[in-house]
């Protein structure tokens, strides 16, 4: 069983900052992750991308995040983390993260639960 499990989302004021983790775990340990990436569904609208790290380790981000969002990863940790700084009330969303995990002879994509963040105006 792989879960991954977002944490560190919250109610923030508009400008202020958030760091979101997503732990990744399995029994008898993850042998590798990757193509990790964020996504978020605010109220009424779809599921939508927000940042990835590719097999390259390039980062790619939305254009609505973009100088304002980080995205990284700590391999040692099965970690991903999404650094939001300059918060705006249209960054209100659930997050979830989303990887390519390998794990026992198979590999397939799995999500977290979600973490919601709340920006105030």
């Known amino acids: 069983q792989v879960t991954l499990v977002e944490s560190g989302g919250g109610l923030v004021q508009a400008g202020g900052s958030l760091r979101l983790s997503c732990g990744a775990s399995?029994?008898?340990?993850?042998?590798?992750?990757?193509?990790p990436k964020w996504y978020r569904q605010a109220p009424g609208k779809q599921r939508e991308f927000v940042a990835e790290?590719?097999?390259?380790?390039?980062?790619n981000y939305a254009d609505s995040v973009k100088g304002r969002f980080t995205i990284s990863k700590d391999n040692a940790k099965n970690t991903l983390y999404l650094q939001m700084n300059s918060l705006k009330p249209e960054d209100t969303a659930v997050y979830y993260c989303?990887?390519?995990?390998?794990?026992?002879?198979?590999?397939?994509?799995?999500w977290g639960q979600g973490t919601q963040v709340t920006v105030s105006s």
């Open positions: 989303n990887a390519l995990i390998s794990w026992r002879g198979s590999i397939r994509y799995y």
């Open positions: 399995a029994s008898g340990g993850i042998i590798s992750i990757n193509a």
């Open positions: 790290i590719t097999d390259g380790d390039s980062t």
